[in-house]
């Protein structure tokens, strides 16, 4: 009959994956090729179909001879665009990432794939570029087992490893290292970064080792056509080298043989939209399924990467301790000797104690700048011993104690069990007295503006982040993560308000700490040229010895043995539910949690408590299980249709 549709003849059945982002529809459906659209229908396009009486956009999977649906079969509408922007394996890549966090697959291509572009699309591929030369593994040779990763990347070997940064490393210049030795035997490197002066600097570093043509930075300031246009070139193997912050870590690299991320404990790492994966985890599901390299950097280490050492699955790089030694700076704790207090007795009550100003005037009096690192403001209120300052934790689940909202009679509860603690005692020293900690940040340019007349002052932080400083004596005040970079590093760099770090009602409390302060003292020129760093906070603390011994190692290492005694992430998998009282009642109802698994609360989440989280807790080998659970109990909610939206956040940065 004319105007008829007919399958196409060869391959009639297409499966695809429908952008509708419910639950229980997470998989592909099937549909006819028409022969009109034979040639243009090609696996990895964009189509649209009709799916449940509406027109929704999608992506065509695969095409195959025969489907498995015993019904009709309804026929694409259309091909969108012949552009295969989802390869074969980002398909998989988007699948093993939603499987991971209980999530769908069509949430994952969300942040994987951008929105089209049709006038960048027309526009005529550039050509590949030409191969660039081997890079020089001078820097690496710093780190005895540095070479060794190297050579394995230019004669094409498998490899991983967790590497530990010196202090004042040029760490751009050697993640362009790790990708110009990799491009150099033909395959793809990327580089995922925390922000885009991080982008900017690595960008500009793997430019001078492999030219222009081979190099493509994609970040969130980009507008919608450059960002399309520079993702499709790498898509069409036009780059073999990207920088780029989390949502490059699903970019389509051509034959990738190694993806980087660097300082992978920056909250930035983790994406705020659902299923909220990680950049680590991302890239190590990558170079799982491509077998290409990963390296995973960074100043501190996170105790996630501490597990990827532990288990053997990646040996870590770092330097030898004369090495580390001749590269830090002196950092110098309160209380650390008797002579400290004596000369100052009001150091530790003090926010800028004497030896910090005295530091602080060594350095401008050599002509250096100083970076002063202001926390930022805004912490959940938490309690801790007012002895020792030690955080309050759950004699039950080891979660943080706070008091409820607008009373300060009833005795404190756990914010993750929902346990009272009418007796608490302090693990550490017995005390029975408890103490809030809800020290944030202040404006400390005006302080110290008074007690340094004669020497300007820089702020970086939210509203104005600085790139880079000169060299000329100055007081640059940031907030972490905003340190600009001196040009020949910082003479002094004060660390202040340390408990506001330590005391959080946060798991990675200490862990966040000392990445922040080893972040902003590896800015500071090394000892032996007169570089201090002086932290606000008590000596004897491990995340201060760790920063004063310069080995964050040894802190992770801490940190996970803790972790697994107590039974906390990475040691475990964990997941946050979050919704309504009745809707997460029902969920857990409903949940088929592996026999191992625990469950944690709910308690009321914020202050008004409209909301409640349960904490679920299963050993490692279940975290699957778990995550299929949980997908399982989503798609019957969506299936039914129900009003009230559950959150579900598998192996979240916050449990609080």
Known sequence: ??????????????????????????????????????????????VRVRFAGQRVDGFLLERIAESEHKGRLEFLDRVVSSEPVLPKEMAALARAVADRYGGTMIDVLRLAIPPRHARVEAEPPPEPP????????????????????????????????????????????RLAEVAATAAATGRGALLVVPDHRDVARVHAACVALAGEAAVV??????????????????????????IGTRAAAFAPVAAPGVFAVWDDGDDLHSDP????????????????????SLLVGGFARTAEAQLLVDSGWAPEIVATRDQVRASAPRVTAIGEHESQLARDPAARAARIPLVAFDAA???????????????????????????????????????????????????????????????????????????????????????????????????????????????????????????????????????????????????????????RWMAAAALVRPGGEGGRVVVMTESALPAVQALVRWDPAWHAAQELAARTELGFPPAVRMATVDGPAKAVATFLDELGLPPSGEILGPVPLGEEGEKERALLRVPRPDGRALAAALAATQAVRTARKEPDPVRVQLDPLDLI
């Not at 008829?4 to 592909?28: F, I, N, Q, W």
């Not at 939209?273 to 290409?292: E, I, M, N, T």
């Open 1 to 46: 009959m004319k105007g008829e549709k007919v399958p196409a003849e060869s391959l009639p059945v297409g499966r695809v994956v429908v952008d509708v982002p419910l639950a229980h529809l997470d998989r592909p459906f099937d549909y006819l090729v028409p022969s009109t659209l034979d040639e243009a229908a090609v696996p990895g396009c964009r």
């Open 130 to 173: 030409a191969t660039p030369a081997a890079a020089d593994a001078t820097g690496w040779r710093r780190y005895p087992r540095g070479a060794a990763f190297l050579d394995a990347l230019g004669e094409g070997r498998r490899a991983q490893a967790v590497w530990q940064a010196l202090p004042g490393e040029d760490w751009p210049a």
């Open 217 to 242: 930075a994609l970040s969130a300031d980009l507008g919608p056509a450059r960002r399309y246009r520079r993702w499709l070139a790498v898509l069409r193997g036009a780059a073999r080298i990207v």
């Open 273 to 292: 939209r659902s299923p909220y994966p990680h950049v680590r985890d991302v890239l190590v599901q990558r170079a799982h399924l491509s077998g290409a």
């Open 361 to 515: 005037r060594t350095a401008l009096a050599a002509g250096h700048p100083v970076l002063v690192q202001v926390p930022r403001a805004g912490y959940v209120p938490a309690l801790s011993c007012q002895d020792c300052r030690t955080p309050a934790r759950c004699r039950r689940c080891a979660g943080p104690l706070a008091l409820r909202a607008g009373t300060e009679v009833s005795p404190p509860y756990c914010r993750w069990c929902g346990a009272p603690d009418a007796t608490f005692r302090c693990g550490t020293c017995g005390s029975r007295r408890l103490r809030a900690m809800v020290t944030g940040a202040r404006r400390t340019a005006e302080e110290l503006g008074r007690a340094f007349p004669d020497v300007p002052v820089h702020t970086s932080g939210a509203s104005q982040v600085l790139s880079e400083v000169d060299s000329k004596p100055a007081l640059v005040i940031a907030t972490p993560g905003a340190e600009p970079v001196a040009r020949t590093g910082y003479g002094a760099a004060l660390l202040l308000d340390g408990w506001s770090l330590l005391g959080r009602a946060d798991l990675r409390a200490a862990e966040e700490a000392l990445r």
